[in-house]
């Protein structure tokens, strides 16, 4: 309980006077109540003071805008981690640009991007949406993101603030780090985005962290939010919290808490957070403070009269061919034998088949928040068929990959009450009493279709269509509490009554349990499920359920071996494998690191009679690729976006070469990981950062272990020679290295020089290598080039606990000049 206010916050000052003057004209009240959003995505506005409604919205690799509807387009960039293995701030700053412009087109002020969370377990479930493992490539890459997209005077919501790395119970978990562990690691992304890009607004995130000096939610971490970041870093811009995190009124407006989101209900609006300002339990210099950060960021956005947004810098003419070439460049070369990539005269191919379950349907983007709704995609087969214009492309599905049972097809459903298409609806009262009834069509029910206030549950009705014969699967997911009955059988209920918060923020509407039964094909079969309507005032009224449906199929068995008899007759067998959006999800972490289904068997059955076949990889985390030694030629492709397929055919076909670099560390073995999980422990609920700074490459190295591919492996499609390296101290403690870089191969290449630092015996701990500094250089074969690489003097400082601060210590450090963590070309010395 808190006995005695804080200290008023620190003045700040890119608070000018025209702000302060403009807060003086609004009442307390009108203040307090500009601290809560207005909706989902606008903040309110206050015209007296020339204030617009600013809007905020979803999108790390594009806009989704402020509802999610099929004629609410996008663009859809390759998810982040793919911007990050270009190791190419110049890209990553026109993908911001893109990015920001995109957002101009739907009318949104504020990006909630980018992600520079630190991917600590590859089974995140949104380890695709951030950057890397690294600390220092989270941070560089992420910032010329931010400065791409705050080029063109849109703002960024740089998030999650902070150690909220996994989605396990994400919004309850303790996160226990240690301080040199959340200053070396953890922060390093936010604080350079904070102090060197200057991100306009900040999320803070759901979990709790325990630092050593204080144990709160993000929302209300006074030593975090205001003593580090405000006071510390001289933070100017909003602190805004995760949507629906903050649970209480006094302690997140005191922690350095600015935003609650979203609106209009939560704990500091309908006169709550003006209440405790009257009661004495805030100060109004704290609500002045918050309300100045807004209109701060509104000069900033153009939402303020008098204030126009930073001049646009345009830095991308054509947005959907810079797409479809970043996507092509972040492409990962894993094995490259006999020099068979690209492929040497497209003109000559005749055949191709394309196999496996991403070759169907290639998985561009991942699910949660980071969904955007593009235009269009390219599949696999018309990408193939564009690069390879004397070929004939077929597309073979070779087994299956999907971890829940598939949707239904709407043309199947039909009202048993009215005859007419779709799901009859009837919304039941505690006591069974139907208070209305309606028809519902899509059977991936997510709806927010205002029903009766005295709704308890809501009971689904359709005939399913199954006149093939032979077994069909009939079946219902749904969330809470539930009765489904298949035929009239009961085939399971639950009493589990859960909360729309437990929902929605769990993202458990989307990966569900399915309940169902098998039944002879040949006429209709019923469903009905009963299930729980979800109320509260964060996420409005909802229902979730799925009326799910697997008609007749071929064995799995059956499918490889037809996939391998294709593969045989083929001049060029393409094999596309990869995850879901079953598997990588805000919302849920993997329990393994699996190819799902039976993709590895139809590999390892196709490269026993086609050696030669291409290996595609379409995932965003790492997976374990057991037959990757044994393959000629395997690519990693990640969620390419919007160009779907046309990123790793114009790779084959010899358009763009492959230039991307692993930013993670890729496994051979799940048993091997450094960090394989991240389940919250105990009653706290916590998750012990206990590998403190050695995350990812480092806690490989530590260990001893090695992994099938290492941080930074990237074979491109040339060869590379490095010589004359040359270390020199910077006038600011720092380090320059330059590297003569020649290209001995035979076709232009883009290399990316990668320099790591090993340290002198220290009492404090230190990491056995980590990442100092990179460049990237292209080159015309045969050809050399001087690559210069500037070491910030941070590289070499750690953090003491002992004082509390950021020293160097003295002695000799070993530079490493290479092509990854593990190949290194080139070592010097350096003192400091």
């Not at 014969?469 to 009961?490: C, F, K, Q, S």
């Not at 199929?553 to 959006?581: C, F, M, Q």
């Not at 395997?634 to 790793?648: A, S, Y």
């Not at 040359?726 to 990668?754: H, K």
């Amino acid at each position: 309980m808190i006995t005695t206010l804080p200290s008023a916050p620190r003045p700040n000052p890119s608070f000018s006077e025209d702000l302060r003057a403009r807060l003086a004209k609004l009442t307390l009240e009108e203040k307090c109540e500009l601290l809560t959003g207005k909706t989902h995505w606008r903040l309110y506005a206050r015209p007296q003071i020339g204030l617009r409604e600013v809007v905020v919205s979803d999108g790390p690799t594009g806009i989704r805008g402020e509802e999610v509807i099929e004629d609410e387009h996008s663009i859809s960039l390759p998810n982040p981690t793919a911007i990050a293995a270009t190791w190419d701030r110049d890209l990553a700053v026109k993908a911001g640009s893109v990015h920001a412009e995109e957002a101009k087109r739907h009318g949104v002020d504020v990006i909630l991007a980018p992600v520079v969370n630190i991917q600590r377990t590859p089974v995140g479930g949104r380890h695709f949406e951030a950057q890397s493992e690294d600390p220092l490539l989270s941070a560089e890459i992420g910032c010329a993101i931010i400065d791409g997209i705050q080029g063109e005077g849109i703002g960024v919501c740089v998030k999650h603030f902070i150690a909220n790395d996994s989605e396990t119970l994400r919004t309850e978990y303790l996160s226990r780090v240690s301080e040199q562990g959340l200053r070396e690691v953890y922060m390093a992304p936010f604080e350079k985005a904070c102090t060197s890009s200057g991100a306009w607004s900040i999320m803070a995130s759901y979990n709790r962290l325990d630092d050593g000096v204080e144990s709160a939610p993000a929302v209300a971490h006074h030593h975090l939010l205001t003593e580090i970041l405000k006071d510390e870093w001289g933070y100017d811009g909003l602190v805004v919290s995760d949507w629906t995190a903050t649970k209480t009124t006094v302690e997140p407006a005191l922690g350095g808490l600015d935003l609650v989101m979203p609106g209009p209900a939560g704990p500091w609006s309908s006169g709550q957070l003006l209440k405790a300002v009257q009661d004495g339990l805030v100060s109004e210099e704290h609500i002045d403070d918050k309300v100045l950060r807004i209109l701060l960021l509104a000069s900033r956005v153009g939402a303020l009269d008098g204030y126009e947004p930073a001049t646009p810098a345009h830095a991308v003419a054509d947005a959907d061919d810079f797409i479809r070439t970043l996507a092509a460049r972040a492409v990962v070369v894993l094995a490259n034998k006999n020099d068979a990539l690209p492929v040497p005269v497209p003109e000559t191919i005749g055949s191709i088949a394309l196999i496996g379950p991403n070759a169907v349907n290639t998985f561009v983007q991942g699910g949660g928040s980071a969904l955007v709704n593009p235009e269009r995609t390219y599949t696999a087969k018309e990408a193939f068929s564009l690069a390879f214009p004397n070929a004939t492309v077929e597309v073979i599905e070779g087994t299956r990959a999907r971890v829940n049972p598939p949707t239904a097809h709407a043309d199947r459903l039909t009202n048993p009450v009215t005859d007419e298409p779709g799901i009859h609806v009837e919304a039941l009262a505690d006591d069974g009493t139907v208070l209305m009834e309606t028809t519902w069509q899509d059977p991936d029910i997510f709806s927010k279709e205002p029903l009766p206030h005295e709704t308890a549950t809501v009971r689904l009705t359709t005939d399913i269509a199954i006149p093939e014969p032979g077994e069909h699967w009939v079946g219902a997911a749904m969330p809470g509490a539930h009765i489904v009955r298949v035929n009239d059988d009961l085939v399971s209920a639950s009493d589990e009554k859960l909360t729309s918060d437990q929902v929605y923020l769990r993202s458990q509407h989307r990966n569900v349990p399915s309940y169902g039964k098998a039944v002879a094909g040949g006429g209709t079969a019923r469903l009905q499920a009963e299930v729980q309507y979800y109320t509260g005032d964060n996420w409005s009224h909802f229902v979730r359920a799925v009326i799910q449906h697997i008609p007749p199929e071929p064995t799995s068995s059956e499918l490889i071996k037809a996939a391998v008899e294709r593969a045989k007759a083929v001049d060029l067998p393409v094999v596309i494998v990869g995850t879901n959006a079953d598997v990588e999800s805000e919302g849920w972490d993997r329990s393994n690191l699996d190819l799902p289904g039976e993709q590895d068997l139809l590999v390892e059955q196709i490269l026993a009679v086609r050696p030669d076949a291409v290996i595609i990889v379409n995932a965003g985390a790492p997976v374990i690729l057991p037959w990757l030694d044994r393959a000629n030629t395997v690519l990693w492709t990640w969620f390419p976006g919007q160009e779907g397929g046309r990123p790793v055919a114009d790779v084959l076909s010899g358009r763009t070469e492959p230039s991307g670099r692993l930013p993670w560390t890729l496994p051979g073995s799940y048993a091997d990981v450094p960090v394989p999980d991240a389940i919250p422990v105990g009653e706290d609920l916590v998750v012990d950062y206990a590998d403190g700074i050695d995350v990812g490459y480092r806690g490989w190295r530590r260990l001893g272990r090695t992994p099938a591919r290492p941080f930074g492996f990237g074979l491109g499609w040339t060869t590379w020679e490095y010589a004359d390296a040359d270390v020199r101290q910077a006038p600011d403690g720092g380090a320059t290295v330059a590297v003569t870089i020649s290209n001995t191969g035979t076709r232009s290449g883009n290399e990316v020089v990668q320099v790591y630092l090993e340290a002198p015996p220290s009492d404090t701990p230190r990491p056995l290598r980590w990442l100092a500094g990179f460049a990237n250089v292209e080159v015309a074969p045969g050809s050399h080039a001087r690559a210069e690489i500037t070491i910030a003097r941070r590289a070499f400082e750690v953090w003491d606990e002992a004082t509390h601060a950021w020293i160097v210590p003295s002695g000799t450090y070993r530079v490493l000049i290479g092509r990854n963590v593990e190949d290194i070309r080139l070592t010097a010395t350096i003192d400091q």
